[in-house]
């Protein structure tokens, strides 16, 4: 069994990344941060099916080698592993994770991703961000061909503690909860959805994240049945 835990961007997954080191240790974890998962260009295109066709062709070695794989990367890069692959990741409400990647960008500029170098450039307001196609559609481009239903753990960031003892029930081992934090360290306080209503744009946001709200939706579903399903006996 091989752990595949699918790094969403702004969702938590750095504090999950050292929550699974401390567990599993850094040798068996293969990290995988894979540029351009969320680009249609045409050599971001090329590597993802490089990758895959890498992961095909050393499927054995990654599960006999790796009791984990973190990262970047569009989930269904790791198919290939068949029954051996379990996929976990991290969700968080759309509007919230659109507005942390938004300002995260902005302190920590990603100058090799076109759309973040295109953000500062242009210096983009969160309202032109918002309707870069990449953020319309960010959780069907992640997941690819995996859907809601095969992931065996599905955590979300605003119940960090609560989706860690879920882990933990479902894979029997004792990942620490302490270690959530926020990357938008000088920004945790703010209220992005009372903002987006002040500046009188949170509607169109709202409408422009409709597909990443309904992949959300079903990720918290999953997370409420898989939570009620492993703490009936706890």
Same mark, same amino acid.
């Given at each position: 069994?091989?752990?595949?835990?699918?790094?969403?961007?702004?969702?938590?997954?750095?504090?999950?990344?050292?929550?699974?080191?401390?567990?599993?240790?850094?040798?068996?974890?293969?990290?995988?941060?894979?540029?351009? &998962?969320?680009?249609?260009?045409?050599?971001?295109?090329?590597?993802?099916?490089?990758?895959?066709?890498?992961?095909? !062709?050393?499927?054995?070695?990654? &599960?006999?080698?790796?009791?984990?794989?973190?990262?970047?990367?569009?989930?269904?890069?790791?198919?290939?592993?068949?029954?051996?692959?379990?996929?976990?990741?991290?969700?968080?409400?759309?509007?919230?994770?659109?507005?942390?990647?938004?300002?995260?960008?902005?302190?920590?500029?990603?100058?090799?991703?076109?759309?973040?170098?295109?953000?500062?450039?242009?210096?983009?307001? !969160?309202?032109?961000?918002?309707?870069?196609?990449?953020?319309?559609?960010?959780?069907?481009?992640?997941?690819?061909?995996?859907?809601?239903?095969?992931?065996?753990?599905?955590?979300?960031?605003?119940?960090?503690?609560?989706? &860690?003892?879920?882990?933990?029930?479902?894979?029997?081992?004792?990942?620490?909860?302490?270690?959530?934090?926020?990357?938008?360290?000088?920004?945790?306080?703010?209220?992005?959805?009372?903002?987006?209503?002040?500046?009188?744009?949170?509607?169109?946001?709202?409408?422009?994240?409709?597909?990443?709200?309904? &992949?959300?939706?079903?990720?918290?579903?999953?997370?409420?049945?898989?939570?009620?399903?492993?703490?009936?006996?706890?």
């Amino acid at each position: 069994m091989t752990i595949i835990s699918l790094h969403i961007p702004k969702t938590a997954g750095v504090s999950f990344s050292h929550a699974l080191n401390k567990a599993f240790g850094m040798n068996r974890i293969l990290s995988d941060y894979e540029e351009g &998962i969320e680009s249609d260009q045409g050599q971001d295109i090329r590597r993802r099916l490089v990758g895959k066709q890498f992961v095909r !062709i050393h499927k054995d070695e990654i &599960i006999q080698n790796y009791d984990v794989v973190h990262g970047h990367f569009q989930a269904d890069k790791y198919l290939s592993l068949g029954k051996n692959a379990r996929f976990c990741a991290f969700f968080r409400d759309p509007i919230e994770r659109l507005c942390s990647h938004y300002f995260y960008w902005l302190r920590v500029p990603d100058l090799k991703n076109t759309q973040c170098k295109d953000l500062i450039e242009l210096g983009m307001s !969160i309202q032109e961000f918002s309707h870069f196609e990449t953020q319309k559609h960010f959780y069907k481009r992640i997941l690819g061909r995996v859907q809601i239903d095969d992931f065996t753990f599905i955590g979300l960031t605003e119940y960090y503690k609560e989706s &860690i003892h879920l882990f933990n029930k479902i894979f029997n081992l004792q990942l620490e909860d302490s270690d959530h934090d926020n990357s938008n360290h000088t920004t945790t306080q703010i209220d992005y959805k009372a903002q987006l209503k002040e500046g009188g744009i949170y509607e169109e946001i709202k409408e422009l994240q409709e597909e990443n709200q309904w &992949i959300y939706d079903q990720a918290r579903k999953r997370f409420e049945l898989l939570f009620n399903t492993f703490s009936s006996g706890s």
